[in-house]
């Protein structure tokens, strides 16, 4: 599982989703963007899975400084330390 900080307050899970398939993720399960409530917009970061963890370090290697269409943000991407991970 990888973090994805910095993200714009507008990005949803659908937006996150397509900036992976963008650069040819295809295996990951669908990113979470953690927001408040889901009318109040994102908090600014969210979490993707990958089956295994040679994707998610390469996911981190192509994303990390990243600027997404939705918002003008440089995202900022690592692997989920313990304890960083949500609770589904």
């Known amino acids: 599982?990888?973090?994805i900080k910095n993200l714009d307050d507008f990005t949803t899970d659908a937006n996150?989703?397509?900036?992976?398939?963008e650069i040819g993720h295809t295996t990951f399960s669908v990113p979470t963007v953690v927001a408040r409530k889901?009318?109040?917009?994102s908090l600014g970061y969210g979490f993707v899975s990958f089956p295994g963890e040679d994707e998610a370090r390469k996911a981190v290697e192509e994303m990390d400084g990243v600027v997404m269409t939705v918002g003008a943000k440089l995202l900022m991407?690592?692997?989920v330390r313990g304890g960083d991970e949500p609770m589904v």
Do not use: K, N, Q, R
């Open 1 to 3: 599982t990888i973090i």
């Open 16 to 21: 996150l989703s397509h900036a992976f398939y």
């Open 38 to 41: 889901p009318s109040d917009g």
């Open 77 to 79: 991407v690592e692997m």
